[in-house]
Nanobody
């Protein structure tokens, strides 16, 4: 059974930074793409960023491109999301997800395991 445990969320002022972590266990981490998604109150879950199995390829939503960076450490079975220049509209619960595919995609249906989510609140 795959388990994903996120950490690193919190309250930050606009313009600040946070780094989210997601520790994975239960299947061969290095064979699967990983993604970050977010869900704000009253809105649907949306794609934020994804990274392929090797870490060589990344993919970002337009709304975070240039501000957020996804990375992975296969030795630690962990994926990270570095978030800089945070805005109030980045406020959401952020979810880590493991894909059934090796390539990075933005499709929610490609991801078969999800973490419990971590709250990120950006005050303006």
């Amino acid at each position: 059974q795959v388990q994903l445990v996120e950490s690193g969320g919190g309250l930050v002022q606009a313009g600040g930074s946070l780094r989210l972590s997601c520790a994975a266990s239960g299947r061969t981490f290095s064979m699967h793409a990983m993604g970050w998604f977010r869900q704000a109150p009253g809105k649907e879950r949306e794609f934020v960023a994804a990274i392929n199995w090797s870490g060589a390829s990344t993919y970002y939503a337009d709304s975070v491109k240039g501000r957020f960076t996804i990375s992975r450490d296969s030795a630690k079975n962990t994926v990270y999301l570095r978030m800089n220049s945070l805005k109030a509209e980045d406020t959401a619960v952020y979810y880590c997800a493991e894909s059934r595919r090796a390539i990075a995609t933005s499709l929610i249906s490609d991801y078969d395991y999800w973490g419990q989510g971590t709250q990120v609140t950006v005050s303006s």
